[in-house]
């Protein structure tokens, strides 16, 4: 029950933080942003090491940190996209770091260490023309972004529900056992359904444009988890949070 209150409280904080922090302005959105992108690739690298891998961890990050600034930069036109040739030196770097580590399975610590620095840094950084729509770096809708956030919340919450009430087809069983086919539909027709009304409330995008995004979403998210849960199961940890 106390770590129950823990988490609880936990995400409360999490959530208000989240949407403060996108309601104010963009260099706040990105900022924040920036510290959850820097402990999503720790959290993904630790559950490695898990594994016996012993991915470059301060380099990973701090590349990944270039990379999201570099595309947040690009997409408010502050440069252009010479911008990205920095970048060049950063992933020559990797390599030679890892030959002159002492450490062993080489090969793996190369791969984990990229593939840490990708999964994360590039989502992370178009997250940042979401709230800058339109290609016009003047324009800040902070209200898509959270709509989008609604959308995957409100799809957790109907999976889990919908899920316990009438689950049985397994979608991904020796991934996540837990998730149900009829749980991921009534999770996306709730997220969707009530998409459809907050963007109709803030006279954004037509029914059809909300569902393409709502749909893409969702299967973005959905996969995300599995991947998430496919490292779990392939390092053999339980929870990585």
């Known amino acids: 029950m106390k770590n129950f209150t823990i988490r ?3 995400a409360v904080v999490f959530v208000i933080i989240l949407i403060g922090s996108t309601l104010l302005n963009k260099y706040l959105f ?3 942003f920036g510290i959850i992108l820097s402990l999503s690739v720790l959290e993904f690298y630790n559950l490695t090491k898990k594994g016996g891998i012993n991915p470059q961890i301060i380099p990973g990050i701090i590349i990944s940190i270039i990379i999201y600034t570099s595309i947040f930069l690009f997409i408010q036109k502050i440069v252009d ?3 990205f040739l920095v970048l060049i030196p950063s992933f020559i770097l ?3 770091i890892e030959i002159s580590r002492k450490q062993e399975n080489k090969i793996p610590n190369l791969i984990y260490t990229l593939i840490g620095i990708f999964y994360f840094s590039v989502p992370f950084g178009l997250l940042n023309s979401i709230i800058s729509p339109y290609g016009d770096s003047m324009v800040y809708k902070p209200e898509i972004m959270i709509g989008l956030f609604a959308i995957i919340w409100i799809n957790d919450a109907g999976a889990y529900i919908f ?3 009438l689950g049985k087809h397994k979608m991904a069983e020796k991934i996540s056992p837990n998730k149900t086919w009829e749980g991921a539909i009534g999770g996306a027709l709730a997220s969707i359904a009530l998409s459809i009304v907050y963007f109709k409330l803030f006279n954004l995008f037509n029914p059809l444009t909300v569902i393409i995004m709502s749909l893409t979403t969702l299967i973005a998210g959905t ?3 599995l991947t998430e849960s ?3 199961r392939h390092f053999n940890v339980k929870d990585s949070g």
């Open 163 to 165: 899920g316990k009430l």
């Open 81 to 83: 996209f010479k911008i």
């Open 230 to 232: 496919m490292f779990k």
């Open 8 to 10: 609880t409280i936990s």
């Open 30 to 32: 990105f900022s924040v």
């Open 223 to 225: 996969i995300g988890d």
């Open 94 to 96: 990797i390599p030679i």
